[in-house]
């Protein structure tokens, strides 16, 4: 703020009156004080707004389809390895099959955002594109406030690798049709 306002003192009637002056003209302390809150605010905002565009076009415009083909190459994975172990069995009919499910602590969100990744990210409604946008956004800031030091980075990464966001089970089958047991 220095070099910001040059600082008017008078005294009238034995009464001091402090004023500061800018490029806009005089105005008392309490106004200009108002006048900064109001330019902090209008900035922030704009920030704000540049941040969010910038992120929504980082995360609609590359990582969230890239999030979606991965998941799905996984979930096709987890099915052709369950196709072809169907036929692997031991000579008392037991087999195994694996299970790729959403970790029990991944609860609302992270199954949310699953959904919405079920789809491309292209034919998301607007609200659906803001909400995705959000719920990845709250998980970074949920690893930040977690760890301030690690970098922004790091807290991409954990909070965005959706490895950690699912769980991958050995599901024992057999030998009578229909028997499972984890």
């Known amino acids: 703020m220095t070099g910001t306002f040059d600082v008017l003192i008078t005294v009238e009637d034995g009464l001091h009156i402090v ?3 800018d490029a806009d003209g005089r105005r008392h302390v309490h106004q200009a004080a108002r006048d900064l809150q109001e330019r902090r605010d209008r900035g922030r905002e704009a920030l704000t707004s540049r941040e969010r565009a ?8 590359g990582m969230a389809e890239e999030l979606r083909l991965r998941i799905s190459q996984a979930v ?13 069995t031991t000579s008392h009919g037991i087999g195994v099959r ?4 959403l970790s029990e602590q991944a609860a609302h969100p992270l199954a949310r ?3 919405l990744l079920s789809h491309d990210t292209r ?4 609200d659906q594109q803001d909400e995705l946008i959000e719920l990845l956004k709250s998980r970074v ?8 030091q690690a970098g922004y980075t790091a807290h991409l990464r954990d909070a965005l690798d959706y490895r950690s966001w699912h769980t991958l089970n050995a ?4 030998p009578e049709p229909g028997r499972e047991r984890s």
């Open 123 to 126: 034919v998301l409604r607007a």
């Open 54 to 61: 910038a992120f929504k076009h980082f995360v609609l415009g």
């Open 171 to 174: 599901v024992i089958t057999g």
């Open 19 to 21: 004023e500061l002056a």
């Open 76 to 88: 096709r994975l987890v099915k052709d390895m369950n196709t072809s172990l169907r036929s692997i």
């Open 141 to 148: 800031e949920e690893r930040y406030r977690a760890d301030p």
């Open 113 to 115: 955002i699953r959904e």
């Open 98 to 101: 694996l299970r790729w499910q």
